[in-house]
């Protein structure tokens, strides 16, 4: 291909992987340069180090980038950090970067504890204790934005707000929109506040770390999410449908990229691609 676009878990950028991250990076670039039968991927990275730094390697190659994006950043109701790697065939001349972030928790900051538009746009008032993302040195910096560049992050209640209560009988109006019982919080499974953007959805119902499924009203009260309001939030249109058990449709959500992150990319991409030479 001309480019390529993989996408993978914030914990392959952790330390105890740099060695092997750096592998994978030199199987893209080089990759008719492939492992033995009998090669272990150490040996392999070493053999892939020589190549790279020889000049007689002429097979195919790549030009290889990578970054950390945050889903909230390009406008999903949802802090999902997830590493991004794009790989440019190296005869194809186009420049590229990764897409400038669209969205900033600063926006939001200053959408909702300076000018208040939020909760106005929501017709609510305003909460009487505010989240710890609001601290004074937040709120400086919120204040100090005189011109923002950027649009506010989204919430949850951004993406749901107009979707009926989920019942157990379901909707006939919505589809995958069906109450589910059971939700309860305990230490380090505290579900996802309305007002802020989601948890990172994970590919699990129950005694999923921190409750990423489920949301907290401004009760204190909690919920799980619909399958309708976890593809809201990670930006699938309405018009998705999602078959077999809730269980088995929040597994497949939980495992998905953001559609309008995996968009924001992968246009980037094509319009490079679109321009080059």
Known sequence: PRAFIVENVKGLLRQSFATYFEYILLRLEMPELTRK???????????????KSSTSYDGLQYRVFFRLLNSADYGVPQTR??????????????????????HSRSALVFDQWVSGEYWARHGLDAPPVKP????????AEARNLTMLNTARWRTVRDAISDLPTPTESGSDEVENHIYRPGARVYKG???????????????GVHGVPGGENMLVRRDGSVRYYSAREAARIQTF???WHFAGAWS???????????????????????DALTGAS
């Open 132 to 139: 710890r993302m609001a601290s004074d040195r937040a709120l």
């Open 237 to 239: 249109p309405d018009e």
């Open 248 to 270: 088995e449709t929040m597994r497949q959500l939980g495992n998905a990229v953001p559609v309008d992150l995996a968009h924001a990319v992968a246009r980037s991409v094509a």
């Open 37 to 51: 039968e009998t090669e272990s991927w150490d040996e392999h990275l070493k053999r892939l180090e020589g190549a």
């Open 81 to 102: 950090e997830r590493v991004f790697i794009v790989g440019f065939r190296s005869d194809v001349r186009s420049e590229w970067h990764f897409p400038d972030a669209t």
């Open 189 to 203: 499974h505290t579900g996802s506040p309305l007002d802020l953007p989601s948890k990172t959805l994970k590919a």
